[in-house]
């Protein structure tokens, strides 16, 4: 029996690595979790351990650029390999029985082929960063006792800077072993697959075998004849799945209307609003009923807790934003800025602009390109502490704040001193929707060096914004009201907006903060000068 060593998922964004060196040679015997291989990726090196005892057959060669998922060698097993081809008379003889008792013909045609498998395989925790340490099991895809196909995602880890899935690493049948909510350091063994499991059935049995297998509880649902996964009517989508459970909505009250009756994101929203409907409709005709129990007996309220288990995200932007209270000299000033010639500039071109680059004419583009010029000035409003050093960058990386769904992230912009308008609001879109479907990558959400926040779109009025470290600035946005200020000597009606800019005071001085706002609010109130450059 030959066990193909793969290439173990390191990152949700990286898709190969570097087979750096062998440990082993072909030929070699090696043991259970003994290190075989050294791999390489643009972020980190880690080893490669082989999964069983037995005989190593290399694959691939060092200094091969291999995919994730891709054979690096095979572990030979001399001891089960053998007795292979005298087992394959079964079958025949299996094939060849009278019909009247195919659900029996079928137990000897599983024994073969769970042998076949070696056993249980653990699943592992796998390497997913250079700096990431321990992961949370967010929740299981799949539950105790199904039957899992290769490369079918299995779990949910999540650490403090993304979310990933864990797939199956063979066909079989899944034992978990770590709970959801559980913090797993790298390497810990996750689950086991025992055996091929129900899938590996399937395939060559007669059809009056199918049958039969139907009336048990698993009934093959899962597998298809041509070996690709299915689902059956009624299974929800990972995404769909977690808004259900978040939501306390059964899966069997809601009807798919993707692949095969599967249930899809649209269709758990969908189901959530139904159930509010119903759980209303439902104590309409209680009230009657409550009215005359109160009078008789006084009214008591329900008075309810619910505690909820901080996400790996959650505690690591509470250390930070902790951190950077203790650790940074923070001031903020503020300033107002002048929307209404912006406006005036979004309503004129705003169709066009629209038509031409397919994307919407926002104000955080116009924010963004006024940060980077005002950059240029005072250069030290973009530099960070590293050591006894101040760093300052010829380039600006800004960093968006984005409200996701697992909390407050922030996506980098990258090189946005050098993007026009229509590029900035094009990156902002990609970056948002990736940030609210939980699918940003650790690269695109570090390497930041000034940071906006808009409060505003939650109706804050004024704020203090804390620091994103190891950045020294950040720019808040609020909401825009119409208020009367005075304007060459009148009163009138404007549409403003305070800007707060946080600062560390130990980089940057009281002159370059109030003097790189007063630029910012400049560059705003004259949208020229930001094509112009002046």
């Given at each position: 029996?030959?066990?193909?060593?793969?290439?173990?998922?390191?990152?949700?964004?990286?898709?190969?690595?570097?087979?750096?060196?062998?440990?082993?040679?072909?030929?070699?015997?090696?043991?259970?979790?003994?290190?075989?291989?050294?791999?390489?990726?643009?972020?980190?090196?880690?080893?490669?351990?082989?999964?069983?005892?037995?005989?190593?057959?290399?694959?691939?060669?060092?200094?091969?650029?291999?995919?994730?998922?891709?054979?690096?060698?095979?572990?030979?097993?001399?001891?089960?390999?053998?007795?292979?081809?005298?087992?394959?008379?079964?079958?025949?003889?299996?094939?060849?029985?009278?019909?009247?008792?195919?659900?029996?013909?079928?137990?000897?045609?599983?024994?073969?082929?769970?042998?076949?498998?070696?056993?249980?395989?653990?699943?592992?925790?796998?390497?997913?960063?250079?700096?990431?340490?321990?992961?949370?099991?967010?929740?299981?895809?799949?539950?105790?006792?199904?039957?899992?196909?290769?490369?079918?995602?299995?779990?949910?880890?999540?650490?403090?800077?993304?979310?990933?899935?864990?797939?199956?690493?063979?066909?079989?049948?899944?034992?978990?072993?770590?709970?959801?909510?559980?913090?797993?350091?790298?390497?810990?063994?996750?689950?086991?697959?025992?055996?091929?499991?129900?899938?590996?059935?399937?395939?060559?049995?007669?059809?009056?075998?199918?049958?039969?297998?139907?009336?048990?509880?698993?009934?093959?649902?899962?597998?298809?004849?041509?070996?690709?996964?299915?689902?059956?009517?009624?299974?929800?989508?990972?995404?769909?799945?977690?808004?259900?459970?978040?939501?306390?909505?059964?899966?069997?009250?809601?009807?798919?209307?993707?692949?095969?009756?599967?249930?899809?994101?649209?269709?758990?929203?969908?189901?959530?609003?139904?159930?509010?409907?119903?759980?209303?409709?439902?104590?309409?005709?209680?009230?009657?009923?409550?009215?005359?129990?109160?009078?008789?007996?006084?009214?008591?309220?329900?008075?309810?807790?619910?505690?909820?288990?901080?996400?790996?995200?959650?505690?690591?932007?509470?250390?930070?934003?902790?951190?950077?209270?203790?650790?940074?000299?923070?001031?903020?000033?503020f300033n107002e800025v002048d929307m209404q010639p912006i406006m005036e500039l979004r309503?004129?071109?705003?169709?066009?602009?629209?038509?031409?680059?397919?994307?919407?004419?926002?104000?955080?583009?116009?924010?963004?390109?006024?940060?980077?010029?005002?950059?240029?000035?005072?250069?030290?409003?973009?530099?960070?502490?590293?050591?006894?050093?101040?760093?300052?960058?010829?380039?600006?990386?800004?960093?968006?704040?984005?409200?996701?769904?697992?909390?407050?992230?922030?996506?980098?912009?990258?090189?946005?001193?050098?993007?026009?308008?229509?590029?900035?609001?094009?990156?902002?879109?990609?970056?948002?929707?990736?940030?609210?479907?939980?699918?940003?990558?650790?690269?695109?959400?570090?390497?930041?060096?000034?940071?906006?926040?808009?409060?505003?779109?939650?109706?804050?009025?004024?704020?203090?914004?804390?620091?994103?470290?190891?950045?020294?600035?950040?720019?808040?946005?609020?909401?825009?009201?119409?208020r009367p200020v005075a304007v060459n000597g009148q009163v009138v009606i404007r549409p403003?907006?305070?800007?707060?800019?946080?600062?560390?005071?130990?980089?940057?001085?009281?002159?370059?903060?109030?003097?790189?706002?007063?630029?910012?609010?400049?560059?705003?109130?004259?949208?020229?000068?930001?094509?112009?450059?002046?």
């Open positions: 029996m030959s066990l193909a060593i793969k290439v173990p998922p390191v990152g949700e964004s990286i898709t190969e690595v570097t087979l750096a060196s062998w440990k082993k040679k072909d030929g070699d015997h090696v043991e259970m979790d003994e290190v075989i291989a050294e791999l390489e990726s643009d972020k980190a090196t880690f080893e490669l351990t082989a999964e069983k005892a037995g005989t190593l057959q290399l694959v691939a060669k060092e200094g091969d650029t291999l995919a994730i998922g891709a054979v690096v060698a095979n572990i030979e097993d001399g001891g089960t390999a053998a007795p292979a081809p005298a087992a394959q008379p079964q079958p025949e003889v299996v094939a060849n029985a009278p019909a009247p008792a195919p659900v029996a013909a079928a137990a000897p045609v599983a024994t073969p082929a769970a042998q076949a498998t070696g056993g249980s395989l653990e699943i592992k925790v796998p390497t997913v960063g250079e700096s990431i340490t321990e992961v949370t099991l967010s929740r299981w895809i799949k539950k105790d006792g199904d039957a899992v196909e290769m490369d079918e995602a299995i779990a949910e880890l999540e650490s403090d800077k993304a979310t990933f899935e864990l797939t199956a690493e063979k066909a079989g049948t899944l034992k978990t072993i770590a709970k959801e909510g559980d913090v797993l350091p790298i390497g810990a063994v996750v689950c086991t697959i025992e055996g091929a499991g129900a899938a590996a059935v399937p395939a060559p049995v007669t059809p009056a075998v199918v049958s039969a297998a139907d009336e048990s509880p698993r009934g093959g649902a899962p597998v298809s004849n041509s070996g690709g996964v299915t689902y059956a009517s009624g299974t929800p989508s990972p995404a769909a799945a977690k808004i259900l459970a978040e939501k306390g909505v059964d899966p069997k009250g809601v009807n798919g209307t993707g692949v095969d009756g599967r249930i899809t994101k649209g269709d758990a929203l969908g189901a959530q609003v139904e159930s509010q409907k119903s759980k209303v409709e439902s104590q309409k005709p209680a009230a009657p009923a409550q009215a005359q129990t109160s009078q008789t007996t006084p009214q008591t309220l329900e008075r309810g807790e619910r505690r909820e288990k901080m996400t790996s995200l959650r505690k690591t932007v509470a250390k930070r934003l902790v951190a950077v209270k203790n650790e940074t000299a923070m001031l903020t000033t309503g004129k071109y705003k169709d066009k602009f629209k038509e031409k680059h397919g994307v919407g004419l926002g104000f955080m583009s116009f924010f963004t390109k006024a940060v980077t010029e005002a950059l240029k000035d005072w250069p030290a409003v973009g530099a960070r502490i590293e050591g006894e050093e101040v760093v300052y960058s010829d380039f600006a990386d800004i960093s968006i704040a984005v409200s996701a769904p697992k909390g407050l992230v922030v996506p980098v912009i990258r090189n946005a001193d050098g993007m026009s308008l229509a590029e900035i609001e094009k990156a902002i879109v990609v970056l948002a929707g990736k940030a609210r479907e939980n699918k940003l990558t650790i690269p695109e959400m570090t390497g930041g060096t000034f940071t906006i926040t808009n409060g505003g779109v939650f109706g804050s009025m004024l704020s203090t914004p804390i620091l994103n470290s190891p950045q020294s600035a950040i720019l808040g946005m609020h909401n825009i009201i119409e403003m907006m305070y800007l707060a800019l946080s600062y560390d005071h130990r980089i940057v001085d009281g002159r370059e903060s109030v003097s790189f706002l007063v630029r910012v609010k400049q560059l705003l109130e004259d949208p020229a000068r930001l094509l112009l450059g002046v």
